[in-house]
């Protein structure tokens, strides 16, 4: 009785600390959305051309694709906080260098940061994990996904006015850096005594608790000991810089050990189909997104204010669909493998309904469903990526999982451009298949994923 008490306690304590990451990522996604539909302009009024504004544009997805792993693993490492804030600090340097940018050489180094530290969504789901039980998991992700996409909607709306006036990109990056900045005071002031605390009581019945005890008590460890042996040999004279220096090269040292062993661990563990659906269905997702507006004026005549307004429609739906992730998956018992299968199934549906629409309507209906299995398919994949990988390595799992997504992104534009060749409704068609395979991975491999979690709990 009273450990089936203890479940709503920890919630509520852990609640305010969950709110504050809700408000994180709210403010996270605002400031970005207002710079992204900005960025073409600007590189354009530079004098760049098509070609390298291209060029331009890839670096940030190209970092994001090195640098995902390598921070989330890093963030198993030093903790949640100090990560969390190194991101948004550098991240908020880079955006005040944007608005600094009046040459594309100038351009390319604020992108830079950007791309290797804007991370602070992934570290706040990793936080997130570590903060509540992996059946609230779900519920909080869900909630997490929905204030960030409501963000994400409003930021270009801000973003819009303000590049109405003179000067309006350059305030808009300032603004943006200095949400950031707003983002980094609110991660200092959270209570990061209790979140430890909450941490470990949240996970202690998992069946990954004591590795996670172990790499809680590790990450410490290497944490502290440069900062205690300096202050031990504060007052030993000239020698107490080079002691410093080498406990500083050593602690390093450490990290990086310890980054390149759970990415190893990870790169190595048997979750290639996990990675794998994550990897086609968000190409099929973004060859849906591809050439929409294109599609939509070629085939149904429809001006770009309508189709503009019908991806608001669909954007809103998604934002609110975070909130259903959570009844979803209790209707589901948990059972994130099934529900992940049902939204893939669904959601290739909608692409192939999608691509086969005979009016505007038919496209209305499969964006109202499309974007609540796309929402409540990303909820699924991350956190069957947890349950496979252990909370533990959660900052290692979500990054990489991140950097599946960047191969996406890389890979989405060429085949929607092969694509095009042949219909408008080509990209869409080839999602479609993509999205097959992905129901195909996912029937062949989820009953050995079942057959493992029950060995797990009947040796636990």
């Known amino acids: 009785m009273n450990a089936k008490c203890s479940i709503p306690q920890k919630a509520h304590r852990n609640s305010s600390i969950i709110r504050c990451i809700y408000v994180v990522g709210f403010m ?101 994990s570590d903060l509540v039980t992996e059946t609230e998991r779900p519920l909080v992700m869900g909630y997490f996904n929905a204030a960030s996409s ?43 005594n209790e979140t430890l605390s909450h941490s470990i009581d949240a996970n202690s019945n998992t069946n990954s608790s004591k590795a996670y005890d172990r790499l809680k008590n590790g990450a410490a460890g290497n944490h502290h000991d440069p900062s205690s042996s ?45 990675f794998l659906v994550r990897l086609l269905m968000a190409v099929a997702i973004m060859l849906y997104y591809s050439n929409f507006s294109l599609a939509m004026e070629e085939r149904f005549d429809l001006k770009p204010k309508v189709t503009g307004y019908l991806i608001s429609y669909s954007s809103m739906l998604g934002a609110l669909a975070g909130c259903l992730v959570g009844p979803v998956t ?17 959601t290739s549906s909608l692409i192939f309904l999608y691509a086969m629409a005979p009016n505007v309507w038919h496209v209305l209906l499969s964006s109202t469903f499309f974007a609540i299995s796309t929402t409540i398919g990303r909820t699924c994949i991350t956190d069957l990526e ?67 979690v029950k060995v797990k709990d009947k040796t636990h």
Not at 97 to 114: E, H, N, Q, Y
Not at 333 to 345: D, K, Q, V
Not at 398 to 425: D, K, N, Y
């Open 230 to 274: 300096s202050k031990s040999h504060g007052s030993a004279g000239a020698s107490c810089w080079d002691r410093r220096d080498t406990n500083l090269l050593q602690s390093a040292w450490r990290q990086l050990s310890s980054v390149w062993v759970r990415i190893h661990i990870v790169a190595s563990s048997d979750m290639w189909d996990v």
């Open 150 to 192: 409501v963000g994400f909607i409003l930021g270009p709306v801000v973003g819009g006015y303000l590049t109405e006036h003179e000067g309006g990109f350059y305030l808009s990056s300032f603004v943006c850096a200095s949400i950031f900045i707003l983002n980094a005071g609110l991660v200092w002031m959270l209570p990061w």
């Open 386 to 452: 947890l349950q496979r990988g252990g909370v533990q390595a959660s900052g290692t799992l979500i990054g990489a999982g991140q950097s599946v997504t960047a191969v996406g992104r890389v890979l989405a534009p060429l085949l929607s451009g092969l694509a095009q060749e042949f219909s408008p409704c080509g990209p869409p068609s080839l999602g479609a298949v993509l999205g097959l395979v992905a129901v195909g991975v996912l029937l062949f491999r989820t009953p050995n994923w079942e057959s493992n």
């Open 330 to 346: 209790h209707l589901y018992g948990n059972n994130m493998s099934a529900l992940l299968l049902h939204s893939t199934m669904l």
């Open 28 to 128: 996270d996604l605002f400031g970005v959305s207002m710079i992204i539909p900005l960025l073409s302009h600007h590189v354009k009024a530079l004098g760049a051309s098509p070609t390298v504004a291209g060029i331009v544009g890839s670096t940030y997805g190209v970092l994001q694709l090195f640098s995902s792993t390598i921070v989330g693993s890093w963030s198993d490492v030093v903790g949640r906080r100090y990560s969390l804030l190194t991101c948004l600090l550098l991240s908020a340097f880079g955006y005040g260098l944007l608005g600094l940018s009046t040459s594309i050489t100038l351009f390319v180094l604020a992108r830079i940061p950007v791309g290797l530290f804007k991370h602070s969504l992934s570290i706040c789901r990793a936080l997130l």
